[in-house]
């Protein structure tokens, strides 16, 4: 039983095209100078596993798995584009970056942030 081959199979997947911020929020960076006011990622719900690149079969023809080994492949960023982030809804011009979502496999904690309390 596999949560994420599961949501896979039932079609809760897509690949988003994601601006800088996004990307590097998502890579642990913050993001660095922009004139994106947008929170990065605020449109992925908590329950969406996140990765970087394409899956095997969306990469163009004649890109093989060695060529992606080697020497990196250009399917996976777009250099240019106007199109609004699926990670954050900027439509500012820039850099979109291939990520593969699944969604609802996560588990979310909805606890609040522990606040110190003066009971005691
Ligand atoms: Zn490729
Ligand atoms: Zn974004």
New binding site residues.
Partial sequence: MNAYADAIDAGHCATLW??D??FYSHHGFEAGETN?D?E??NRISPDTDLSSGLRSEEHSEGCTPKIRETDGCECETTPFSWSA?D????NLGGTRHAMFAVFGVRPVTTDAPTEPTDNG
């Avoid at 990670?87 to 900027?90: H, T």
């Fill in positions: 994601v601006c911020d996004c994106n947008r990065p990622l982030c990670g954050c809804g900027s």
